[in-house]
């Protein structure tokens, strides 16, 4: 059974600092993953998300790697900003089409002004 | 981008009263829809998988029987807690992906309170 790990389960950082977020996942044959965002009593916000055969995405002040061969992504967020205080879900995906997503527990970002 | 609606956002019912929770896309045909449950600081829980017009696919250790799932057309689910009990109390969320099926479009959420 896929497992999905976040660590840090929270942080707290001053305005401006560059960050990384951290996902695992036990079982490799994945289809894609996605980072997501959900704010307090919010639904989700997908950020990226990135194909098997890809190693990276990026959006803005947003990069997502992966390596599928270790089970693990990274979500890098350059000059962090309040507004980017929210959770950060990562997420996997075995197959397509009617296969549903493996969550991690996220972790709380909180970017102090 | 695909917009996913649910409806009601938040609903305060009484112990063994039945709740229905409506997930619609707005803008595109959903093949395939995902019904998801967050406890509070838990990840979310996929429950169940429904594409149109056949039966719902049940993840382990969700009761069928409890949470009944209706698609019954390309843009609409239904999900409808049968009997509810303070432990259903939980955030309910719904997903939804089209013909290819490469990407899940989330809906903003219900939250739901059983006394």
């Known amino acids: 059974k896929q497992e999905v790990t976040q660590i840090p389960a929270a942080l707290s950082v001053p305005e401006g600092e560059n960050l990384v977020l951290n996902c695992s996942f036990t079982d490799s044959a994945i289809y894609n993953l996605q980072w997501f965002r959900q704010d307090p009593g919010k639904g989700l916000t997908s950020l990226l998300l990135i194909q098997s055969s890809q190693r990276e995405q990026t959006s803005g002040r947003l990069n997502a790697s992966l390596d599928k061969s270790s089970g693990r992504s990274t979500l890098y967020i350059a000059a962090s900003q309040p507004g980017d205080s929210a959770t950060y879900l990562c997420?996997?995906?075995?197959?397509?089409?009617?296969?549903?997503?493996?969550f991690g527990k996220g972790t709380h970002l909180i970017i102090q002004p | 981008g695909a917009v996913v609606s649910q409806h009601p956002s938040w609903v305060i019912c009484k112990s063994g009263t039945s709740v229905k929770i409506e997930c619609r896309s707005l803008?595109?045909?959903?093949?395939?829809m995902f019904w998801y449950r967050q406890f509070p600081k838990q990840s979310l829980m996929l429950m169940a998988t429904?594409?149109?017009?056949?039966?719902?696919?049940?993840e382990q250790g969700v009761e069928k029987d409890k949470f009944l799932i209706n698609h019954a057309s390309l843009t609409l689910s239904t999900l409808t807690v049968t009997s509810a009990h303070p432990e259903d109390s939980s955030f309910y969320i719904c997903s939804a992906s089209g013909t290819g099926g490469e990407t899940q479009y989330f809906g903003p959420g219900t939250r739901l309170l059983v006394l």
């Open positions: 429904s594409n149109e017009g056949s039966k719902a696919t049940y």
């Open positions: 803008d595109f045909q959903a093949t395939t």
């Open positions: 997420a996997v995906r075995r197959g397509g089409g009617a296969d549903g997503l493996t």
